[in-house]
C-alpha cells in the first residue's frame, strides 16, 4: 500500500516492483514458497488497490485509465543536462519548454519521447552512455549538496544569516562527513557476503536499481537520499573490517595488506567514488 501511494506520486517507481517481488522471494527461508508466492500476489492486489482510485480519476478527466507520468521528462532532462554540478540547473527552462509542447501529459510526453530518440540517434547511443556516466554520478554523490551550497557564501546562497566563519566550519564538517559516508560505503561493499539469508543483498540490490536509474534520469545531491541508510550500513561494514584487522594483527598493519582480492576492491571502490565525490570540489572540474 505504502508503495501504491509513492507510485501515486513517482511514476517512475514501477522499476523497482520487480525487485521488492524478488526480495520477498528469496528472503525469509522459513516460510514455504507457495506462501510467498500467495503474499507477492496479495501485495500486487494491493497495490492495484491503491493506484486504481487515481487512475480512475485520470480516466473521467481526461479519458485515459493511468497514472500521470513525469518519467519522460526526467529522462529528456537527464540527457540535456550538461554540467556536473547539481547547481548548475537549468531544468526551469526546460520545464517551460516542455509545458508548451502540447496540452496535456500525454501529448508532452508523446512529442517529448520523439526527441530524446532522435537525439540518441543523432549523438550515437554509445556517446550518449559515454557523455551520462561523465556527468549524472558527479551530480548526484557529489560532497557539495545542498545544505552547503546554501551556507553564506555557496553557490545557492539562501540562509538569511551571515555569519562566513560559522558557515565554513558547518560547511567543512558536511563535506567531511558526507564524503566518509560514501567513500567508506562504497568500500564496504566489497566485503558484503553473498546469501539468500543475508539482509545486505537486497541492500546491494536497492542500490544498482538507483544507479540505473541515476544515468539516465535528471538527478541532483538530494536524489541520494534513498540509499544513504544503505551506505551507512556497507560503511559500519567497512570500518569493522578495518579496526578487526588492526586488533588481529601483531604489528597492528596487516590492513594495508593488498594481497586479497576483497581489499583490493574495497579500495578500488573507494578510489572510484573518493574521484567521484571530492573531484569537482578539488580539481574544479
Keep these: 500500500a ?4 509513492a507510485l501515486n506520486t513517482k511514476h517512475l517507481l514501477k522499476l523497482f516492483l520487480p525487485v521488492l ?60 543536462d550538461k554540467g556536473r554540478h547539481f547547481y548548475d540547473d537549468d531544468t526551469g527552462r526546460m520545464m517551460g519548454e516542455y509545458l508548451n509542447t502540447g496540452p496535456d501529459i500525454w501529448t508532452r510526453n508523446k512529442i517529448t519521447k520523439a526527441r530524446i530518440l532522435e537525439k540518441i540517434r543523432q549523438d550515437g547511443p554509445g556517446n550518449v552512455l559515454i557523455n551520462q556516466v561523465s556527468k549524472q554520478y558527479f551530480r548526484v554523490f557529489s560532497v557539495k549538496t545542498f545544505f552547503t551550497t546554501q551556507l553564506a557564501g555557496g553557490e545557492l546562497h539562501a540562509y ?22 560514501l567513500i567508506a560505503g562504497a568500500a564496504g561493499l566489497a566485503y558484503m557476503t553473498f546469501s539468500r539469508k543475508n539482509p545486505a543483498v537486497l541492500f546491494c540490490l536497492f542500490i544498482l536499481y538507483h544507479l540505473g536509474v541515476f544515468l539516465i534520469n535528471h538527478v541532483v545531491a538530494r536524489h541520494a537520499l534513498p540509499i544513504l541508510p544503505m551506505l551507512a550500513y556497507f560503511a559500519g561494514l567497512s570500518v569493522e573490517r578495518m579496526f578487526s584487522r588492526w586488533k588481529s594483527s601483531p604489528h597492528g598493519r596487516e590492513f594495508l595488506s593488498v594481497g586479497k582480492f576483497r581489499d583490493i576492491l574495497a579500495a578500488s571502490l573507494a578510489a572510484c567514488m573518493a574521484f567521484i565525490s571530492l573531484g569537482p570540489l578539488l580539481l574544479k572540474f
Design 21 to 80: 517481488l524478488v526480495a520477498l522471494l528469496i528472503s525469509a527461508d522459513k516460510i514455504p514458497f507457495q506462501r510467498k508466492l500467495k503474499l507477492s500476489t496479495v501485495g500486487v492486489l494491493v497495490l492495484l488497490l491503491t493506484v486504481f482510485p487515481l487512475a480512475l480519476n485520470t480516466w473521467r478527466h481526461h479519458g485515459r485509465f493511468s497514472l500521470p507520468d513525469s518519467s519522460v521528462f526526467s529522462v529528456w532532462a537527464g540527457l540535456s
Design 2 to 5: 505504502l508503495f501504491g501511494l
Design 160 to 181: 538569511s544569516f551571515e555569519a562566513p566563519a560559522i558557515a565554513g566550519i558547518l560547511r567543512l564538517w558536511a563535506y567531511a562527513f558526507h564524503g566518509f559516508l
